[in-house]
């Protein structure tokens, strides 16, 4: 079996492949001061409770956007699970190309989601993440990632907005019932909300403009995708684990490659 880390500003999800398929997952907040044994006692006990042995993980492969947890988590599957790791980054030999001005800066999610969008879809995507950040990535059916758009995520604004307003409450992020808020709360979770939809349709429809690719298949994953993308005129599907899927992918292309190499000859 192979476990993958999704690591993330706000959240780690946790995916476990069994034949190439998503056999469960987890979501965990992202604590850069949890230890290297914290996070051994604690996905074990994840793997534990949900039926599956420990002792049978080969590899965690790991795409992080938070370089103090990498290295945790790098730590942590050596010791405590004994598996191979690979750390998913633009230097990864994996089927993508990264065909923008500085490709070295590419986040690993959003590389994952290349591999996985092209593998998968096999077509000219948008691909909407929603997390801590709202990121947009324009992906070609050979697997190109052409650039896109990174915009504060829908948690983040409302936070933000919250916390630099004196009267204006903190509210949970859901359907109002209405557009037209009577009271306070209700003007605020409908602003939040119906704001977060409309800033991706409006930015999908300008870069399906752009790019001249008015086909383009639209995939939201992350998160709040399944909470957000049903409102969203412009979202053909809804994917939540696509970064897993890619994470997935990149071992078995490493694999695969480390496999048609052979064996190293000794000197």
């Not at 409302?158 to 859901?174: F, G, H, M, N, S």
């Amino acid at each position: 079996m192979i476990l993958v880390f999704d690591i993330g500003n706000t959240e780690i999800v946790l995916g476990l492949f069994e034949d190439a398929e998503l056999a469960d997952h987890w979501r965990v907040a992202t604590y850069p001061e949890r230890t290297v044994d914290e996070f051994g006692l604690l996905v074990r006990a994840l793997l534990r409770e949900s039926g599956f042995d420990a002792d049978e993980i080969r590899a965690a492969v790991i795409g992080s956007v938070v370089p103090q947890v990498t290295t945790v988590i790098s730590e942590m599957a050596e010791r405590h699970l004994g598996a191979r790791i690979l750390i998913v980054t633009a230097e990864t030999a994996i089927p993508v190309r990264l065909d923008v001005e500085e490709p070295l800066s590419v986040g690993a999610d959003r590389i994952l989601n290349t591999l996985a969008a092209s593998q998968i879809f096999r077509r000219d995507t948008i691909v909407v993440d929603l997390g801590t950040a709202t990121t947009f990535d324009c992906i070609t059916g050979d697997g190109a990632f052409i650039g896109g758009v990174i915009a504060p995520g829908v948690r983040t604004g409302a936070e933000t907005l919250v916390r630099r307003t004196a009267r204006l409450p903190r509210v949970d992020l859901e359907p109002p019932s209405a557009v037209i808020g009577r009271r306070t709360d209700t003007s605020l979770r409908s602003g939040i909300f119906y704001g977060a939809v409309e800033s991706i349709d409006g930015i999908v429809r300008r870069i399906k403009a752009e790019w001249q690719r008015p086909q383009a298949l639209v995939v939201a994953t992350g998160g709040l995708a399944p909470l957000l993308a049903p409102h969203c005129a412009t979202v053909d599907r809804i994917e939540p684990f696509i970064t897993l899927h890619g994470l997935e992918l990149a071992f078995r292309a490493v694999e695969q490659q480390e496999q048609s190499r052979g064996p190293r000859r000794r000197r």
